[in-house]
């Protein structure tokens, strides 16, 4: 399987980091390929909602920045994992960046390979969630259709056995 991780945190060693270098290794061991994208660290400019791609554009932003590495990947990845701290009550900028972005690639429809997918999470509020939570299920659960494979938070005391787990069962 072809699994895309998009790691929203700024932390190179953080509590985020560590999550997406267990369930990369997991799924590596299992035979499944992995590309990860340290997106605090790419050059990726917020929506500029001008309806290019959905026009002139026929899928394709007007913005040429480092999303076309994101697009690239995404075009036949079989499964997404969203990864990022907590910020104010949602994901990190840097990661909402990159979701709107989605928005020429994903809309109205996702590519037909991409099937399912998961949200490694970090706050130090354990109560500090559900803004993330709903954007999972409205926006890939719902919206996209895709198969869930969990919400995985640091304040689960068994959070890396469990990534390890479900890297295993895909």
Do not use: W
Request: with cysteine; proline share 3%; net charge negative.
């Amino acid at each position: 399987m072809k699994i895309l991780v998009l790691n929203g945190s700024p932390r190179p060693n953080g509590n985020t980091a560590g999550m997406v270098n267990i369930f990369q290794r997991a799924a590596e061991e299992h035979g499944h390929q992995v590309k990860v994208f340290n997106v605090c660290k790419m050059n990726i400019n917020g929506c500029l909602a001008c309806e290019y791609c959905h026009g002139k554009g026929h899928g394709q932003c007007v913005q040429k920045d480092d999303m076309q590495e994101i697009y690239a990947e995404l075009s036949d990845t079989e499964m997404l994992v969203l990864a990022a701290p907590i910020y104010y009550h949602g994901i990190s900028g840097q990661l909402k960046c990159v979701i709107d972005r989605f928005y020429s690639a994903l809309y109205p429809t996702a590519p037909t390979t991409l099937k399912k997918v998961a949200m490694f999470l970090s706050s130090g509020d354990d109560n500090m969630y559900d803004g993330a939570k709903f954007s999972y299920d409205g926006d890939f659960l719902g919206y996209l259709g895709l198969e869930g494979m969990g919400i995985f938070t640091n304040h689960d005391r068994n959070v890396m056995s469990r990534i390890k787990d479900m890297a295993a069962s895909l």
